[in-house]
């Protein structure tokens, strides 16, 4: 059974940092894919970035390009998504994804991913 388990959510002011982390358990294969999402009230869930384990790509929407960073951690056990210089338009619950793969065209659609944690929020403040 995939088990993902967000943490490290928070409130900061804007310019601040933030490192969310993602423990994984019972996933496992080749080619796999993994990656950070977020949703706003009242707004659809929408892929941070996104990378393959195992592999050298990863993926950014365009906004959060140069300021976010994501990771993986040791064993490929945990994700990690380092966020800097915050915005008040980050704000939004954050959502580890798994079950993607190497193949799949789009790496920052949920419509990739089949497996998720149950968030962590992100307050930026202005």
């Known amino acids: 059974q995939v088990k993902l388990v967000e943490s490290g959510g928070g409130s900061v002011q804007a310019g601040g940092s933030l490192t969310l982390s993602c423990v994984v358990s019972?996933?496992?294969?080749?080619?796999?894919?993994m990656a950070w999402f977020r949703q706003a009230p009242g707004k659809e869930r929408e892929g941070v970035a996104a990378?393959?384990?195992?592999?050298?790509?990863?993926y950014y929407r365009d906004s959060v390009k140069g300021r976010f960073t994501i990771s993986l951690g040791f064993a490929d056990s945990t994700l990690v998504l380092q966020m800097n210089n915050l915005k008040p338009e980050d704000s939004a619950m954050y959502y580890c994804?798994?079950?993607?793969?190497?193949?799949?065209?789009?790496?920052?659609?949920?419509?990739?991913?089949?497996?998720w944690g149950q968030g962590t929020q992100v307050t930026v403040s202005s």
């Open positions: 019972g996933y496992s294969g080749s080619k796999r894919r």
């Open positions: 994804a798994a079950g993607g793969t190497w193949a799949g065209p789009s790496p920052t659609s949920p419509v990739e991913y089949r497996y």
């Open positions: 990378i393959n384990i195992g592999g050298r790509n990863s």
